[in-house]
């Protein structure tokens, strides 16, 4: 079950290296940094996967099934010749969307409760 209380005020996407031996793209690494970023209390939001290749969506299932995010959530964050490629390949991704989502700047409204202060209405403050 991915993590239902979030505070929507803080965004986290760590940054995992995909490795790769014998042309096969291991996942082990990304999943052992999330899962001991989860054990300090850190959720990611979204996970920016840096590679020299784009990810199958076999791929991206596996790691958003093992690291407990949305497959939409697993960025390829592909190497490219140029600085100005970065912006682009983001695009690709869907990171920009996946961003405004996570923050709920997408025009979607926030769950009932969310980020909300229970006794005080206000938002909360970190």
């Not at 290749?53 to 390829?76: G, M, Q, W, Y």
């Not at 964050?77 to 100005?84: D, M, Q, R, S």
């Not at 912006?87 to 980020?115: A, C, M, N, W």
Request: proline residues 6%; hydrophobic residues 35%.
């Amino acid at each position: 079950m991915i993590w239902e209380e979030r505070i929507p005020s803080i965004f986290t996407s760590p940054w995992c290296l995909i490795s790769k031996t014998a042309h096969e793209l291991k996942t082990k690494p990304t999943q052992h940094s999330v899962k001991e970023l989860r054990e300090i209390g850190i959720q990611p939001d979204i996970l920016l996967c840096r590679t020299d290749r784009l990810l199958s969506p076999d791929i991206k299932s596996k790691i958003a099934l093992f690291c407990n995010v949305e497959k939409d959530a697993v960025i390829t964050a592909k190497n490219v010749e140029t600085i100005y490629e970065v912006p682009i390949v983001f695009h690709q991704e869907g990171l920009d969307e996946r961003s405004l989502k996570t923050q709920y700047l997408d025009g979607t409204t926030q769950p009932e409760g969310v980020g909300a202060d229970s006794q005080k209405g206000e938002t909360a403050q970190i």
